[in-house]
């Protein structure tokens, strides 16, 4: 069985779709499509969020998805929190996958563990991933709203 930790933040931050104008209904969106994805397969799989604990999100967990989030705030500390929880749970559980493109935190993840991107990750979703053209025509659009 394959442990799946998602790095929240960074798989939000590749669509293009306005979400740094409501971050937690993101957050609910992407946690909602990762919860229906869960309901195919017995992996555990762990979602990681920056920022203080947000209900509706936790609401979401069950089964065999929970939903975490950084122990602190400032720069990094999500992935601070997810190299937290993977060390934590490599001894039991060494098929690991952690869902990123920071390569800050690739870097800092135990030998061993794969990564996916999270381009490939949001195509397992069935959501699609800004282009990086997208991010700068949307918040042109936005700055001009």
Request: glycine share 10%; no cysteine; net charge negative.
């Amino acid at each position: 069985m394959t442990w799946w930790v998602v790095d929240g933040n960074n798989v939000m931050g590749a669509a293009g779709d306005g979400w740094w104008n409501d971050p937690p209904a993101a957050a609910a969106r992407l946690t909602q499509a990762i919860a229906e994805w869960t309901r195919g397969h017995d992996d555990p799989v762990t979602v990681v969020f920056d920022g203080s604990p947000q209900p509706r999100l936790r609401e979401l967990a069950g089964g065999n998805l929970a939903v975490d989030f950084a122990t602190r705030s400032g720069r990094d500390a999500a992935d601070d929190r997810i190299v937290e929880v993977v060390e934590d749970g490599y001894a039991e559980r060494p098929e690991i996958v952690v869902v990123t493109s920071d390569r800050g935190l690739r870097d800092r993840l135990p030998p061993g563990v794969r990564v996916e991107g999270v381009g490939a990750f949001r195509s397992r979703l069935g959501l699609q991933a800004a282009s990086r053209r997208d991010h700068t025509t949307s918040a042109r659009q936005d700055r001009h709203r």
